[in-house]
Structures are given as C-alpha cells and as structure tokens.
C-alpha cells in the first residue's frame, strides 16, 4: 500500500520531526528557504513558498497539495495556526486535509491576554495579568503579547524597567511573577475532541526560546488537571504543547495548538504522536494511553545536515 504523502510547513529545523512521520508516510517539506532548511533536506522533497502573511502563500500551499497528491499539511510555526485554520474547511474540500484545530482555538491561544482570559473564565490557575504597574508588586514576569519562542519575554524588577520595556514596545503585558518547576505538556486529541495521550516533559534548559534539556515525568497532579482542561478545548485537534508551572499549585502559562520543538522527547518516550495523527486520518480507533518511558531525559546537542552546494 502506497504510503500517506505529508507535507510540514516552515520546516525549518524539525529534522526528528520529519523523520518521525517518515515512519509512516511520504514527507515533502516547504519552507522560505528550503534549500539552507534542514528539515527540507532530510525530507522526501521539498518546496519553496512565500512568507505565511504574504497574498498568495494559501494559493501556492494548495497548487503544491494538488500537484503532489499531498493528503495532510502539519503546521509548525504559530503565525500560520489562524491563517491555515481558517482555510481548513475549503482545502477539505478537494481532499486536503489540514491537521490543527479550529480558528477559534488557534485565535484564543495566540495572544497572551485571551488566554489569561480563558483559563481564568473555566476556572483554571494562571499568572494574573497586571495593569497598574505604579501599585504593583514586584518582581513581574514581561511578555509581548502576541510572542513565540520566548521572545521579548523576561523578569521585570521595577516600575522603572516596566515603563521603559513599553517605551521601547507597547505590546508588552505583565503578569504575576510565578516561582515553581516549569513543564511543557504534549497533548493529542482525536477527531472526535478526546484525549488520546497526555506527556509532561520537566523544562531542565531552555536555548533560544526551546527546551535544550527536559525529562519526561508522569506527575498524576499534572496529567489529571490537563484531563479536566481538555473537555473546555472545543475545537481542539492533533498536537498541542500545553505549558504551565507548579508549585502547590498548576498554574497554566500558555497552549500552543501544534507540535513543539521538545516533542522529539514524548515520541522517543514511546508516545508516538506521528502514528496517532496517521491513524486518526485513516479511521482507525485510538485509545488513551500512558505507555511512555517515564524520566526519560533528553539532552539535545546541534548536529549536521551536509548537502553539496553545487546543487543549491
């Protein structure tokens, strides 16, 4: 039988990705510059495209699905989640089928003030959102609102430094400075909204706004309070990476509806989510499972992709 053909956008790095799906599927790679894109060269092939923002990106993502007999595009980045999303159902129609979830999902979870907004609207622990800075109680914890990949992000001691971090950026929101064990939870979910696995991998050291170090960790604390979170997640589908501290207390950071740069750690655990997403497109029954290597720790290191450059 003829394996599923899989496209991943803005590739970039995703190297354990790209062969993780490999396993079980035909998988193309596109990217702005694929050429210089790691991923895109350990792929089955690859495309250029413009940027996700530019005019034409949707029209050319769909030419390469069509040209290439591509069934599943796997988003990676947050700036493409509302763009693909809204454009999920009219690709559907000619057969294509985007893995993320709903626009409303990937719009909530975007901005860092609308998901404050939801977790404290369902009743869930997370970092409160100052904005009285003269009056507040320092130290706080700085982010620019629509942020990815840590950036911008950072402890703010005093008014002084607040009011000058909104000099240089009006984006920036302050929270509650929140001292405890940070984790980043993979999460799949079915098609039909239930949760399948449930991983939380212990951030031990964050490179560039990514888990460098991390081990996997079977904390019943955590694991039960995703299971209440994840039935609030209407519209929720395939890999989201859930963060969150803990102290006594859970207190969700953030949920980015895709798969995170740590995932490689949860599928090397055993909690293959390449295998779930396939399954799941092709009907078959998926069941919850928590058989994962517990305190499994992954130490990454940079490695390298040679191509000759003769062929660029």
Known sequence: MEKIKVLITSAGRRVSLVRNFQKYSKVFCCDMNPTLSAASQVSDGYFKVPRVTDKNYLEVLFDICKQNDIKII?????????????????????????????????KTFYLKTSTEQFFRRFGFNTPKIVTNLKTAKYPLFAKLDNSSLSVGAKKVNSFKEAKELLELNKNYIFQEFIEGVEYTCDVFIDKKGEVISIVPRERIEVRAGEVNKARSCKDREIIDEIKKLVPYLKGAYGTLTIQLFKNEKIYFIEINPRFGGGYPLSYLAGADFAKYLIDDYLGRELKYSEDWQDNLIMLRYDAEVLVDGNSI
């Open 74 to 106: 796997i988003p990676t980045i947050d700036t493409e989640l509302e763009i693909l999303a809204k454009a999920k159902e009219e690709f559907l129609k000619e057969g294509i089928f985007i893995a993320i979830s709903s626009e409303e999902i990937c």
